[in-house]
């Protein structure tokens, strides 16, 4: 694991903290995916036999002028005996979405002959993840960010003996959440934030790692809040 204390600003908007943007609510009313449908059969099974569903996230306001970038992130559900999934703190010196909390993955080279390979590929060189420590399980609907990438979502089971290498110039430190913590709606907050004249909307779920806050939000926690919404169906 990589660790650097960094003061993060998590955001290329000038004077723009999502940390201390007010709450416009909790989805306390919903309701939190049972813990039997977390466990790794029940996902197999999900995936396997898909429930007809809606995600609730797809676009973020555009905030980058430049054409859209193919890409894949891996969401890595590491099979302890309660399932967390596997998460990264992006080093600062990054050119897009740099100290904040990430999946594993990037844009897609010529080489790669799927969503999948690309996120597999992204998940080694990034974490030093060896792909035959990861069963994938299927793909979330593509989600657009603001900053013009079309992400693909890769969801995969990762064997809980899996050993890291973490690349330093893109990782700066490597964590597990626990899925029943993400897959709970009164861990998800709302916030809105207008920026010359746009108003832009986003999911955070903080965790509190021990003495480190974990501020989940943007694409990352919009790609969990579709994630609940597949396995709440």
């Known amino acids: ?87 990264t703190e992006r080093t600062m010196q990054l050119s897009t979405h740099s100290g904040q909390i ?11 002959i799927n969503a999948t390979a690309t996120a597999l590929r992204e998940a080694q060189e990034e974490l030093g993840l060896d792909s035959s420590m990861v069963q994938v399980l299927g793909t979330l609907p593509e989600y657009v960010t603001g900053s013009a990438f079309i992400v693909t979502p890769v969801v995969a089971l990762v064997r809980a003996a899996f050993s890291l290498i973490p690349n330093s110039h893109e990782v700066a430190d490597v964590f597990e959440v626990p899925l029943e913590f993400l897959m709970d709606p009164a861990n998800h907050r709302r916030h809105a934030f207008e920026w010359e004249g746009v108003r832009r909307e986003w999911f955070s779920m903080p965790y509190q790692d021990n003495a480190k806050q974990r501020f989940i939000w943007g ?15």
């Open 1 to 87: 694991m990589v660790s650097r204390s960094l003061k993060t600003t998590l955001s290329k908007l000038p004077n723009f903290d999502p940390r201390q943007v007010p709450v416009l609510n909790v989805d306390s009313h919903l309701p939190p995916v049972a813990l039997g449908s977390l466990q790794p059969l029940a996902l197999r099974r999900r995936f396997a036999n898909p429930p007809t569903w809606e995600p609730e996230v797809l676009a973020e306001k555009n905030a980058w002028d430049r054409p859209p970038v193919q890409a894949s992130v891996l969401i890595p559900i590491v099979m302890r005996e309660q399932p967390t999934v596997l998460l």
């Open 102 to 112: 990430a999946f594993p993955g990037g844009k897609a080279d010529e080489d790669d």
């Open 219 to 233: 694409a990352t926690a919009g790609m969990l809040r579709n994630f609940y919404r597949m396995l709440s169906a």
